[in-house]
Structure formats: C-alpha cells, structure tokens
C-alpha cells in the first residue's frame, strides 16, 4: 500500500521497515520524468515551484494506491492537505484530471508512448493498451479551453531523455524482512521501542509508565516540534495487531485503538453498504466527519486513539463518540480490562480517565436503533484541513407513547466551547419525554444558553458567534429530526421547502475551469502559451533554493532573539546561558554591527539590532550562531532580556486618537470642490461610512532565507538570497558591514514566492546573518521557521477608511470626501507608497467632479507592514467599492447599474492629472456582462432565495483599473545583459527575479523571438548584483515590462553588430552565425537599458502622470452561503481582463487565477488576529494566527466550482513591450466579486427578517462576520442587530 505522508511529523524510526518514495525517486531529467510530474509541468500546475512535490507525491500516491484509477472527486479530495499559493489550483487540478477514470476520452486520448514505440497508460506509466490515436493538437485553435485541451505526454520531450524506469516496486529485501520489535537509542537518550504484541507494549508500559504512544504522531509531532515538549521514551503501537481490531459485532463496531482514520473511512463505508441504515446513523455522522477531519495525508497516519487520548478540546470525534454512547476499552499493565462510557472518559484539559499503567485498547461504537438519528456538526474557518471553532455530536431517540412519538433519549455534546466536550445537560432533560414541535424551540434554546455559556474574553474569542453556532447547530438537528420522522410518516407535517435549505449538507461537485484566449504569435516565442522554463525541474525535486545551496563543513547555522514586548525598554540583555548551549558559536547584538546599525529602504528608521528600545513583538535584538538549525534556536531562547514596558499603540484607532503618525506621511490629492458641492443642493442624498480593510500575511511557501559567506577573510562578502530585491541585500549587507557595494554580492536563481513580502523585508535577515559571518569570518545560513516568519517580517496594510459621499437620485456621483489610515506597522518601510497608491486608486474606475482624498500613515506597535501584490491599490479600489455599494443600496438599485453610470471613460482626466487613453473598461465589463449573462444569473439568485430560508445565494460584479509603473519615477529603470556563445545558445541576466511569475520564461521568450531562434536556445540562470546592477526590485507588475524591453534593447544591438556578417554569409544556424561573428572579433556580449518614457507625478502640485498605462478588468462571483453557519462556497467566478496582446497566455491565464484565489484569501478567508483591544486573549502585540494551522489560505475546496478566465481580443497596447500588458497585481482585486456576492446573499438573509438597509462587511467575510450578518433570532439572543465582529485593523 502507498500512503502520501507529511515528512515533517513522520519520525525517522517510525519509518523502518518501509519503502520511502520521494519526488526524485519517481522520475527526474537524467530517466525522464513520471508521467504525474509531466502532466503538471505540462499544464502549467507549477509557477515558484516550492509546493510542487507535494503536489506530485500525493497524485503518485493516489494513483498507486488505487487499483482502478480513480475518480474527478477523489483526486480533488486527495490533494485536500497540499497548499499552493500561486496557481490558485486550478491548473493542478487539470494537469491531473487526465488520470482520472470519469471522463475515459481525456484517459484514453492521453497514453504516450516509450522509446520502443510501446503506449504508456498516463496513471500507472507502465505499458498499456488503451491507446487512442486522436492527439489533441493545442496550437492547432486559438483560443483554447484547458479543460478540453491535454497536450499529449511524451517523455522523449525531456531533455532528450525517455522516462524508461518501470514503475518502481516495493524492495524484495523489504519484502523477505521479518518485522522485529524495535529498540532504537537516539539523540539526547531518546529510546524509541516499536512492540509487536500487545504483551510487549503492556510489559514495556510498565517499565515505563510515562512513556508517549506514539502512532500516527500528528499530535505528538506539534508538541516535540512547536511546543518544546521532551519525550525521553517513545512506543510506538502502530504494529501491535490488538490495537487494530476493525470488527463487526452482535452491539456494534470494535475499533482498535491504532486504527488510521483513513482505515476507519474505508471500513465505515463497508458497513453502511452492509447494515440496515437505522442501525448506521452512527456511522454515517462519524463518516461525514472525518471528511473534514484534517487533510488526506493526516488521515493516512493520525489514528482514533490518539485523537481521543489527545482530549483536544476541539477534538472532532470525541463529541460523537459521547454522543453516540460509545464505550471506550481500557486494559492495564496486568492484563485487565475495564469499559467506561466516552461520556466520563474525558477530565479536564487535556487530562483522560487513564491511569498510567493503562492504555487505551478500543472504542465500542453501538448500532443506533430504529427512529434514534445521529447527526455530526463543525464550523472552521476553511472547511478541509481546519481543526472546529464548535462541533458537535448530536443523537435523538423518538419512541411511541400512547399514541405520541416523544423524545425518550437525547444526547447534545459540544466542543470548542470548554476545555472538554460539554454535554448540554439541562437542554437533554428538558427535551425527554417531550413531543418534538416547533413548540419546544424557544425554551431550549434558552436552557442550551445555560448549558454552554462563553465567557467573553474565553480563548479563541468570537463569542458571539461561538455561542449562536450553538444554537444554530441545533436547530439544525431539531429539522433533520423532524424531517427524518415526516419521511417515516411519524409525522404528519413535515419541513416546509424553505426549510429544508436548512438541514441539507455541503457536498462539493468537481470543479470546472475555462480559459479563453488569442495568441497573437511574434517571433520564435513570443504569444505562445510556453511551459514556465523551470517547471520540468520543479516537478522532480531537482529546482533549487537557497535551503539545498550545498553547504561547507565551516557553516554556521542563525536564529534570531527577539522582542516579546510591543513597546519597551531594553534593561538588559544575558547572554551567559547562550554561551553554554550545545553547538554555540557566536551572539551579536547591536553593538557588534560593524558598520551602520540604522538601515531601511526609503529612511533608515530600523535598527538591524534594537539597541534601546523595542517597538514590537517579534523585533530583532540579536543573532546566535551554532552548528545546527536546532541549536540555535535553543541557544537563541537562552537569551535572557529584561525590558520595561511602555505604552504601546495597537490599532489604527488608537494612532489617529493619539496622533501617532510616520513623519512626514500626510498625503492629500482633490479636484473640483468638495465642500462646495456638499453645501450646494446639487446632491440628492449625501451618505457617510466607515470601511476596515484587514491586513493579509503573505504566505509564500519558501520562508525568508539568506546564506552568506565571506571571501578573502571578509574583504568580500557573497550571498544567495530569497529575495526580489538582491541589489537591497547589498545595500543593507554593505551598509551593516561599512563595505562598499562593489565588494558585495547577492545572487537568487528562484524564489518560493515573495508577492511582496521579500520586497524589503527579506533583508533585514540578510543584514543579521551578515554581522555573524562578517565577524566570525565564515559562512551563515538563515531559514525562518513559518511561525518566526509571520510574527516577524509585517503584512499587508489593513487600512481605516472614512468617506462622505454625495449624489443624484438618478444615481450620479456628484463627491467623495475620503479620509484613509494605513498601519504601518513600527518602521516606514513602503507604507508611504503604498498609501499613495491607495490615494491613486481610491476612485476605481469611477468619475467624480468634485473629490479629495487625505491619507496618513499610521505609526504602531507592530511589525512594519509591507508591500504585497497590489501595494494598496486592493485596499483603496475596496473602500470605493463599498461606497458605491452603499450609493446603491440608498438608491434601491442594483450596483452593477449604479457603477455603469458612473464610468470613466477615453480620455477622462483622472482627478490626480493623468488622461486616460485607450481605456477598455467598457470593452471588458460587456464581455463579462454576456459571459456571464447578469440578468438570469439575477433571475435564478431571487428564485433560489425566494425559496430556501437558511441557504442564500448572492452575485456581484466588480471593475478594476490598476495603474502600472513604479510611483517613485526612478525606479522605472531595467538593465539586462545578454550574452551569445559560439554555439548559438543564449545566456540572458537581469535586474529581475524569477518568484515563480513566468518572468524568467516571458523574457527568455522576448530574446528568442528578438534574435529568431528557438526558445530552448535561451537560458537565464541567476539574478545577479555583479551582472546587473543597480535593479528595482521585481515588484509593481511591471518586470516583464521593464526587462522586456532591456532585454530587447541589448538583442537589437547584437542583432545589429551580427547584421554585416550575417549578410554576406549563407548561415545555415545561428549557431554558425555566431561562431562566425566570433571569428570576426565581433562583440557577442551587450548591456540592454530601458526607462518608461512620460511618467512622472508632482505631490506638491498633485498632478501628473504617475503611471504608464492601466490594466484594466472585471469580475462576477456567485457565492451560496449557510446562513446559519457563516459557511460560504464560490459557485461561479467568471473574470474578463485586457493584458493587451499576451506574451505568454498561459503563464498570463496562471496569474489571473492565482492572484484571484489569492484575493479570495484576502476578501473572504485570511484573518490576522493580533494581541489588541479587541482580542484581549492573545497576549498585547502578539499575533495569534502565526502559522498555518491558525491563517488558513484558501485549499482545493475554496475554488470557484466553475472558474472561467478570459482574455479580450484584439486590443494591443502601444505602451509596453510586443503591445502586451503588465498582470501580476492587478487581477488580485478582483476576488472582492466574491466578497460582495457574500454580502449580496447576507443582504436577502437579512431581508427576511426585515432589514433592508445598508450595513457593513469587514474583509475577509469569515463564517463569523456572514452568520453574524445574517441576523435572526438566534444571533439576537447574543448580539444586537449591529453588532460587527471584531478585525484587528
Ligand atoms: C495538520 C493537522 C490537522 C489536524 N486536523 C484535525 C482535525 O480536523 N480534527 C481533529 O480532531 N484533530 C485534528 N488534528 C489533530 C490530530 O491529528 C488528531 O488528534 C489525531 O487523531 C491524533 O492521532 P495520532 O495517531 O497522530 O496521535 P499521536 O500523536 O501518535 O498520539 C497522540 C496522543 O495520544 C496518545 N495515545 C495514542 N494512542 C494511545 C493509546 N492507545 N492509549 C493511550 N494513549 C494513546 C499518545 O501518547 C499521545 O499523547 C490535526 C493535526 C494536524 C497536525
Ligand atoms: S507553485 Fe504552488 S506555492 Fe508556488
């Protein structure tokens, strides 16, 4: 059996005895690639490249482990536990579609064949016979749908090389092995025992009766790992047969202890299809659960045991094993074994009714009985892979008495609301014996009010929400039961169909893609939807980052000490115990900076090292080096520091009411008169409101990581970083080391994602690892884990914004006074630009006469916030479109027509001086408008709506018009140095980095198409501070722009000087044109340079042309939301954008989809929760969601169930390179579609309980914020109808 795994929680012991297949072992350049990396290199499912083994491990595994290939929904289920955070999953999910036996045209059309001509079958890569000559030419059309387009696989393809490995098979050697108990010494006197029979595990317990079980350690894994737990002595059960019992009995199920929960569902289903369905209600709730239990590779290890033995309190089991009357088996050192009732097993917080001569031995699940119904709940943040804010289990027994059908048993147990499951015990007694009628509701819901009180600061916090989910969960159940009885004609009224919308489960259809373009061939390359260059390597393992840059033995490795105050002064600093830790080699603090300890991109107003005083949590103080990752770490928490507290600012509220601003960060732009127009009786209705923008972490999958090293005993130093500015690791390295530039030297090849967050903020690591190796005069080497990552390296802006707006009843937009606060977080860094974009973008797409816009940048207690896809103009185009949303709804009109009437246009003069030219909104909001067929989509919502209470759908189209250039003019610059060798192939640097965007490829194929030759002629290596020198950083969307063009320039002047040659020669290749060239002494190396012509923006006469051109586009979401969860799923997202005539369509298409899904993470799913007034249960400064099992990124489940991508025809743009357009940031707007389709579908929630006027909706529209929009009698037993939940802003 294969099982797809997290490597990080499986412990080296436990592996013995197994076959471990990783992604190099399946295929790679030198044997070919397997046929599941081919596919996803081949369908553009991999952009930075850091997720793609998982990706290809867990297909791999699916696809072995399946003796028939499998289906659309398993594969998009398997691939539940693997984050992207570029493709937006899409391209994924079709890349393996192919594999799947659905649809036997795609599985069939797609074998390819080996050398010896022989087909091989695309799931398993071994020879087959279902080979079908009808390949699927995708150049043929030039407009292509990947969902009926698969390139054929052909492993010749690669490199020259054919996959010729068979599939790989489990060793012989492992297969002759006898299992033995195991006995393992490990490091620091860890004793790992592996027993194969129950008698050995019970003697070793004994002996050791504080010993950790171990089996699938997916809990055990969190504590050693984040949670400095230390287990001396380690058994693992996972081989002990008595522990794996799955049986059927005469009472119900026996499960052993070490059962996978994978196993479990596999055994369930079994038993269902068996039984007779009243005894399985038990099983059917169970089942469902584990649906939503964790991911697939969680499942495949994490066993029911552990979760019991665990006591988590938001455990999603142990409610339904209390519930369903299960009993747990309990046997001792001695053989003995005793049964108690999961309802008494579980103590306290993690405390179980085990002694420690006893282990947990099996669960005993009973059959329910006829008319008894079992029903499961849970309510996370995302729906797959999230652990419950609340679930639950709920069991209801209906027996006849005299002539009535009452309640004769009831069990309602909750979790995540205590420590332990908490029995709804009041609420159980009141419900036996009663007749189930509507009658009953009020009353129990008053008594569950009781059972499960919230206190309002209880940890996790969302009280109000917590608690109505209670009560909604219930009332959930009370129709279900009551439906169930109708359908058993127990009763004889039964749910009404608006009712009914109620109790129905989430079940997710495959989700459907669509991409429509025209590629509009020049040259060789260029408009050709090419493979991203590195995909071929990123799908082996073989693409590297600066974590698999070889190491010498000399190498040191860094961890950071940091702030735990978010405003204090520094008393003292205690190294003492540091210096004892194992492995220690060094600590530096500021007064160790040889050079400049004040550094920063724009100001220096950062310390490399705080020296005084500290302005957050997570500041850096110091540095320790030792010879492991690990012993760092441990030496770095030796740190001693002693602070004294000051007063800190810890929201954007608190900074305007105190006055704490960035210096010199006023900005303010108007045109027309405002207060004139206000005070005038030209508007019809003047309305005013408050929008809060939350913030958003990046999560790129490759933390920041530096590697630096001297050379010449420090006279040099060099580095490879992961970063998108290298020329700013210079900067900062020189400047903290007093070296001049020349002498300094960072290099990336590829980063795993930056999206902003390694703009600026990767160097100050760089810098830190910098003094160690500069002092210690060797090589360092710097990875964040993620939870140092997030707390330390800042976020996107939340804003504040305040606006009063004035318009016609005929719904014209007359002014806008907008007042906008960016957090900046503790250090200037880009917050000043990006509020200025945000001041830029702050009308969207809309004409207003009279407008002024003022903005400052806030100064608080937080990690300095940063750039991030869009650099602001997200946050000012989404406080624009809730004033206008708001507009439409004082005017009881749809927005769509309110936003059509307001439209600029050709030609329009934007309120900031810049004439809008060959502006295509009108072209892109048609397009959409047909494609997405508005009026029906309108239609059949109203119907929906009008006929399901509790279920509601809502649509929403949005514009979007996104100005490209840097705004700081000198930026706008790009150099490239592109060198020709005399064999004809091409070697091109740049000033820009490949972050996984396509750029390196889209510019490989400018310089293909320049010098008229093949793309595989091209090759782009590294970025390089001594190639290229003084580069941007790769940001603003406008790389492929700038470097485009640099690259072009230095082709032309190649092609120039080879031009006399070329024409008196008959040059068969350009090969032998260059070898001739050479012959000739003509210079085959040239310099490109290019500057954006006719940009430029005077902030003191607030006018000008800050940006090149705009990229313009549009977007519709239909969304259904559970009004009475808050659970939300995208139906449609149907997006229209102009991006000119595409240089690459595929690798264009990948970042619409990818920033889109990116987006919807901003708008409807990512909450930072930090330390503030306003979660008072995370400590003051802290940010609580510092890691992915708390930030939950959109997964698998969250894409749209039908994602359509179109690119509009024909309208090439003369501003940039080949008439293409800029695309990274701008589609990233469009995903707010989703969140006003989600305030859309609230908006006839609350209408029918009567409340038809505007009301806010903070981003991101978590279940919280929807169900405590969505306001009914339920959430007023909690909250008042204005409540708004809490937003660290
Ligand atoms: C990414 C991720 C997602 C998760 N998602 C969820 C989720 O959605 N819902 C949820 O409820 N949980 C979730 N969990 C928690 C965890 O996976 C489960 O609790 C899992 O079932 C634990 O099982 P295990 O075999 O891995 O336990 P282990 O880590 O091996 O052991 C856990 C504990 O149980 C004890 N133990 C194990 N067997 C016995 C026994 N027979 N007798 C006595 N003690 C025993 C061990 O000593 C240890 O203390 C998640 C964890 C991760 C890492
Ligand atoms: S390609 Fe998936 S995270 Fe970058």
Redesign the pocket.
């Known amino acids: 059996r294969h099982y797809a795994i997290?490597a990080c929680?499986a412990p080296l012991y436990s592996l013995e005895g197994m076959h471990i297949i990783t992604v190099e072992g399946i295929g790679d350049r030198q044997r070919g690639l397997h046929p599941v990396q081919e596919r996803l290199a081949k369908a553009h499912g991999s952009q930075c490249g850091f997720c793609t083994p998982g990706f290809v491990m867990s297909m791999y595994a699916l696809l072995r482990s399946s003796k028939h290939p499998p289906t659309e929904e398993q594969i998009e289920d398997s691939l539940a536990?693997n984050l992207c955070r570029c493709t937006g999953y899409r391209p994924i999910i079709d890349a393996f579609r192919v594999f799947a036996k659905t649809d036997d045209s795609l599985y069939t059309a797609s074998p390819s064949e080996n050398a010896n001509g022989q087909a091989i079958c695309p799931s398993t890569g071994k020879p087959c016979s279902c080979r079908n000559e009808t390949d699927v030419n995708a150049n043929e059309s030039s407009t292509l749908s990947s969902v009926k387009v698969y390139l054929p696989c052909s492993y010749n393809e690669i490199d020259g090389n054919s996959y010729s490995e068979k599939e790989l098979i489990f060793p012989p050697e492992l297969q002759l092995r006898k299992f033995m108990p195991l006995k393992l010494n490990g490091f620091n006197g860890i004793r790992w025992y592996r027993p194969l029979k129950l008698e050995q595990l019970l003697y070793l317990r004994s002996c050791y009766p504080d010993a950790?079980?171990?089996?699938?350690?997916?809990?055990?894994?969190?504590?050693t790992k984040f949670k400095n737990a230390q287990y001396k002595v380690m058994i693992s059960?996972t081989h002990v047969p008595e522990?794996h019992t799955l049986k059927v009995e005469e009472h119900g199920l026996h499960i052993g202890?070490?059962v996978?929960?994978a196993q479990l569902q596999k055994f369930l289903k079994n038993v269902i299809a068996e039984r007779g369905s009243h005894e399985t209600s038990s099983c059917h709730a169970i089942l469902r659960q584990l649906k939503?239990?964790?991911?697939t590779q969680?499942r495949n290890?994490?066993?029911?045991?552990?979760?019991?033995?665990?006591a988590?309190p938001?455990?999603?089991?142990?409610p339904l094993w209390m519930a369903t009357g299960a009993n747990f088996q309990i046997i001792d050192v001695n053989n003995n074994v005793r049964t108690t009732a999961a309802k008494d097993f579980f103590l306290g917080y993690r405390k179980v009714d085990?002694k420690a001569d006893?282990?947990?031995?099996s669960v005993i699940l009973p059959w329910t009985r006829p008319y008894e119904y079992v029903k499961e709940f849970?309510q996370?943040h995302r729906r797959e892979?999230?652990?419950?804010l609340v679930n639950a289990g709920m069991r209801m027994h209906i027996t006849e008495a005299e002539g009535n059908w009452i309640v004769s048993d009831v069990s309602i147990v909750y979790g995540g609301v205590a420590v332990v499951p908490l029995t709804a015990a009041k609420t159980e007694k009141f419900l036996v014996g009663k007749k189930l009628d509507d009658g009953l509701l009020d009353e129990t819901f008053n008594l569950l009010k009781e059972d499960i009180p919230l206190a309002e600061n209880a940890p996790g916090g969302m009280v109000e929400f917590r608690s109505s989910l209670t009560l909604s969960f219930f009332f959930k159940f009370f129709l279900y039961v009551t439906h169930e009885m109708n359908i058993k004609g127990l009763r004889k009224v039964g749910l009404d169909a608006a009712n009914m919308s109620a109790i129905q489960s989430y079940t997710r259809p495959v989700s459907i893609g669509t991409q429509g373009y025209e590629s509009v061939g020049q040259g060789t390359a260029v408009g050709q939807p090419m493979v991203h260059m590195s995909a071929m390597l990123q799908v082996t393992g073989e693409a590297e980052y600066v974590d698999d840059t070889p190491t010498p033995p000399n190498n040191l490795h860094a961890a950071l000490v940091l702030s735990k105050k978010a405003h204090a002064r520094i008393l003292s600093i205690d190294d003492s115990v540091a210096k004892c830790s194992p492995g220690f080699a060094g600590v530096f603090l500021s007064k160790d900076v040889p050079g400049s300890n004040h550094i920063g991109p724009i100001i220096h107003d950062e310390e490399v090292f705080a020296s005084d005083v500290v302005t957050c949590v997570g500041q850096i103080i110091g540095i320790v080096v030792a010879d492991t990752h690990d012993n760092a770490k441990a030496a770095a928490n030796k740190v001693n520091i002693e602070y004294s507290e000051l007063p800190a600012i810890l929201s954007i509220s608190e900074a305007v009411k105190a006055g704490s601003f960035h210096p010199n960060t006023t900005r303010c732009l108007s045109n027309g008169d405002v207060e004139q127009c206000f005070a005038s009786n030209t508007c019809d209705k003047i309305i005013e409101g408050e929008i809060r923008v939350g913030g958003q972490e990046h999560f790129y999958m490759e933390p920041q990581c530096t590697f630096v090293w001297p050379v010449d005993s420090g006279n040099e130093i060099h580095m490879i970083s992961s970063t998108q500015a290298p020329q700013k690791h210079q900067k900062y390295v020189a400047n903290a080391l007093g070296l001049p530039l020349s002498k300094v030297v960072c290099k990336t090849k590829r980063i795993g994602g930056g999206f902003g967050g390694k703009e600026t903020r990767s160097a100050i690591f760089a810098a830190a690892a910098s003094v160690a190796s500069y002092c210690l005069r060797r090589p360092v080497k710097i990875v964040l884990d993620r939870d140092v990552d997030m707390i330390t390296t800042g976020q996107r802006h939340s804003f504040l914004g305040k606006y009063k707006l004035g318009f016609t009843n005929d719904g014209k937009i007359q002014a806008l006074d907008l007042e906008i606060y960016n957090n900046g977080g503790n250090s200037l860094d880009l917050s000043l630009a990006v509020l200025e974009r945000a001041v830029f973008h702050s009308e969207n797409v809309y004409a207003i006469p009279n407008i002024r816009v003022s903005g400052k940048v806030c100064f608080t207690n937080f990690p300095s916030n940063t750039a991030f896809r869009g650099f602001g103009g997200p946050q000012g185009m989404l406080i624009a479109e809730n004033w206008i949303h708001h507009m439409a709804t004082e005017l009881k009109r749809s927005p769509e027509e309110i936003k059509e009437l307001n439209f600029q246009s050709e030609g329009t003069e934007l309120y900031y001086g810049q004439l809008l030219k060959n502006c295509t909104m009108h072209s892109v909001w048609d397009e959409l408008k047909a494609s997405c067929n508005i009026l029906e989509a309108r239609k059949a919502v109203n119907v929906f709506n009008s006929e399901n209470r509790w279920r509601k759908r809502g649509i929403a189209m949005v514009p979007t018009k996104f100005g490209i250039s840097f705004t700081a003019k000198f930026m706008n610059q790009a150099g490239a140095l592109v060198q020709v060798y005399t064999d004809g192939t091409v070697l091109v640097t740049h000033g820009g980095v490949e972050m996984g965007q396509g750029l390196h490829t889209k510019i490989a194929q400018v310089a293909a198409s320049s010098l008229d030759i093949p793309l595989s002629c091209v090759f782009i290596s590294e970025t390089s501070t001594d190639k290229v020198p003084n580069a941007s950083p790769t940001a603003a969307s406008a790389s492929s722009d700038l470097y485009g063009a640099a690259v072009l320039d230095a082709c032309q002047q190649i092609k120039a000087r080879m031009e006399p040659i070329a024409s008196r020669g008959n040059h068969k290749s350009f090969a032998e044109l260059a070898q001739a060239c050479y012959m000739e002494r003509v210079d085959l190396s040239a310099h490109g340079f290019y500057i954006t012509p006719d940009i430029g923006f005077d902030w003191i006469a607030g006018k000008g042309s800050p940006f090149n051109y705009f990229t313009y586009g549009a977007a519709f979401a239909e969304v259904e939301i559970d009004t009475l969860t808050g659970d939300f799923h995208t139906r449609t997202a149907d997006i229209v954008m102009d991006l000119g005539y595409s240089i690459n369509p595929a690798i264009d298409i990948g970042q619409i989809e990818g920033a889109f899904i990116q987006g919807l993470g901003w708008a409807a799913m990512e909450e930072l929760k930090w330390g503030d007034d306003n979660h008072k249960w995370i400590r003051p400064g802290y940010l609580f969601t510092c890691g992915?099992?708390s930030y939950k990124i959109p997964s698998v489940n969250d894409i749209p169930l039908n994602f359509k991508v179109s690119l509009l025809k024909g309208v090439p743009n003369p501003r940039a390179i080949h008439s293409s357009k800029a695309v990274g940031e701008p589609p990233f707007f469009l995903a707010s579609a989703i969140l006003f389709a989600i305030k859309d579908a609230i908006a006839a929630a609350r209408a029918e309980e009567g409340h038809l006027d505007w009301f806010p909706l903070d981003n991101p529209a978590t279940p919280e914020r929807i169900r405590m929009a969505c306001v009914d009698s339920i959430t007023k037993k909690f909250a008042s109808v204005y409540y708004r939940p809490k937003l660290s802003v």
Do not use: H, M
Not at 292 to 295: M, R, S, T
Not at 358 to 361: Q, V
Not at 385 to 388: L, R, S
């Open positions: 997290n929680l536990g950790k079980l171990i089996i699938g350690n997916s809990e055990v894994g969190v504590e059960v522990l202890s070490a996978r929960l939503w239990f964790a991911g969680i290890v994490a066993s029911v045991g552990g979760n019991i033995c665990t988590s938001i455990s999603d089991l142990n085990l006893e282990i947990l031995l849970k996370a892979d999230d652990i419950a992915p099992g």
